[in-house]
C-alpha cells in the first residue's frame, strides 16, 4: 500500500508527540513515586540507640509511635558464641544469688503500658551448687518488647538490666539498671543525653 508522504509525516508526528506525552507521565510519574517512599521510610524509621556492656550489646529502639504510645524493643546480643541470657521472669537477685534477670523499665514521662515479653523461649538448667533449676533462653540473641506510653512531653530513662553465662566459660558481671535517655516531644522519641 502507498502511503503518501504528507500521511506518513503526520503519522510520524503523532507517534513522537504520543511518546513525548508518555515519556513526560511516566517521569512525573517516576518522581512522585521516589518521593514517597522516601518519606514513608524516614517517617516509619524508628529511633535506635545500642551500647555494649560486660559482654553483651544492647540495640534499643521505639517503634509505632502514634498518640504517645508505642513499643521499646531491647535486643540482647551476647559477644561470644555460647553464651545466654536469664529470663525475664528470674528474681531481680536471681536464684539463690545466681543470675540476674533480662530486665527493662521506664522512667520519668514514659510509663509501662503492658508487661515485658521476650521473642524467645525458657528453658531451664542446673547450676552446679543451685537447688533450683535456672530459667534462661537458649544460646545467642534475645529480643524484648514493651508497651509505653508518655505522660506528656520531657525526660524519661530506660533502665535495662542483664547477665549473661556460659556453661563452659562462666559468667559475665550483671549489669543493673543500665540508663539510656530519651527526649520525649510532639515530634515523638528521640534518644541522647542529659
Known sequence: MNVSPRIR???TTRTAVALLS??????CGDQSAEKAPAGAAAKAQAPTTTFTENGVTVTLSVAD?????GTLTAVFTPEKKGFHLYSTELPPTGIEGVGRPTAVDVTGVLKTDGKLTAAADVRSITVPGVDAPMPVYPDGPVTTTLPVRADGNGDATVLLGYASCSAKEGCTIPVADHPVHLRLTDDGPTFGTH
Do not use: E, G, I, N
Open 9 to 11: 509525516r503526520t503519522r
Open 22 to 27: 508518555l515519556a513526560a507521565l511516566t517521569a
Open 65 to 69: 509511635w502514634q498518640a504517645s504510645k
